[in-house]
């Protein structure tokens, strides 16, 4: 099944999102000014976009790989969740966790959207939940080596 995800361009320097290759999950989104984030902080960065998502989606706001490894820039927030009914413009929370300024460029590929179903669930409160082999275990508790 195909969806449809309308795009508006409300600034004149944005552009629309694309996949950088056929089989991608994600959108690359872009920025639409320049800005510097300095070492240890963060920035709200503009797309120029608003988008209307088809209905029973989300977008999720997620980092680029590549900004990450070369110079350790991710989003703050990551998944940043972009709710159905949202209609403002996509802006992006970035944080550059390295030890240089970063300066962000106008059209420069700051994140990715990737668009995905949202399940409609029937809140059920109980107190009488099923066992599992992990139970309780948390916080590295699936990294255990050896035998129960």
Known sequence: MEYKLLI???HEDAK???RANEGDAGLDLFSIEE?????????LVRTGLQIELPKGTEAQIRPRSGLALKHSITVLNSPGTIDEGYRGEIKVILINHGKEEFK???HMRIAQMVIAPVLKVEL???SDLSKTDRDQGGFGSSGKTGTK
């Open 124 to 126: 059920v409160e109980t």
């Open 16 to 18: 629309l999102p694309y």
């Open 8 to 10: 508006n361009l409300i």
């Open 35 to 43: 800005q510097i984030i300095n070492p240890g902080e963060s920035a």
């Open 104 to 106: 962000i460029e106008k």
